[in-house]
């Protein structure tokens, strides 16, 4: 098998937590997915993530359990993308994280298309679209169906797309697994 292989790549477990002073863990707000060595996805998060004052961390660990190997790594950034549409409502908020979490991540690439085809074959369980497209994933447990809080939120916090397409633009590239070079004027 080479070095690059999915399958040597650990699953890892992140958590978000609110930041407290210090830069340690505090509340737990959501359960992610590294989709590169600097960002995290967070499928349905909850409305503190879209509070531009308040500071976040990703605990990361490998799994199961998590034990004492997690690292914390500060957010830098979050941006939130929604759907509603299609039959689907989902929503993600994409993390990037201060600096690149020392595990490893599978680097795992799709294109807009597919992630939005996986999107639509999965019903929106962004879970079991990253699992399809190869990501090691570690779900957590449903605790109920998701908040939707980000129908009724302001575009200028969360701007809702009316297909998977649109949606899966504002998430992929945002986590760098779908991203183009920015192309000249002549192409």
């Not at 978000?16 to 590294?34: D, F, I, N, P, S």
């Not at 914390?72 to 994280?97: K, N, Q, R, W, Y």
């Not at 497209?133 to 969360?158: H, M, N, S």
Request: hydrophobic share 40%; charged share 20%; net charge negative.
């Amino acid at each position: 098998m080479s070095s690059n292989s999915v399958s040597e790549v650990p699953a890892l477990a992140v958590t978000v937590h609110t930041q407290e002073e210090g830069g340690v863990a505090g509340e737990r707000v959501g359960y992610g997915l590294l989709t590169s060595t600097e960002t995290v996805l967070v499928p349905d998060p909850v409305e503190a993530l879209a509070n531009p004052w308040r500071r976040f961390v990703a605990r990361i660990s490998r799994s199961p359990g998590g034990g004492d190997d997690g690292v914390v790594v500060p957010v830098g950034g979050v941006s939130v993308a929604a759907l509603d549409g299609e039959g689907i409502t989902a929503a993600a908020a994409v993390l990037t994280l201060v600096w690149a979490e020392p595990f490893g991540v599978a680097a795992v690439k799709a294109t807009r298309a597919q992630l939005a085809e996986a999107l639509l074959r999965n019903h929106g369980d962004q879970w079991a679209t990253y699992a399809e497209l190869g990501f090691r994933v570690v779900p957590p447990e449903k605790d109920g169906p998701p908040d939707t809080w980000w129908l009724g939120a302001p575009d200028t916090i969360v701007g809702v797309a009316g297909s998977a397409d649109v949606y899966a633009g504002g998430t992929c590239c945002s986590s760098r697994i779908c991203c183009r070079a920015p192309q000249t004027a002549a192409e």
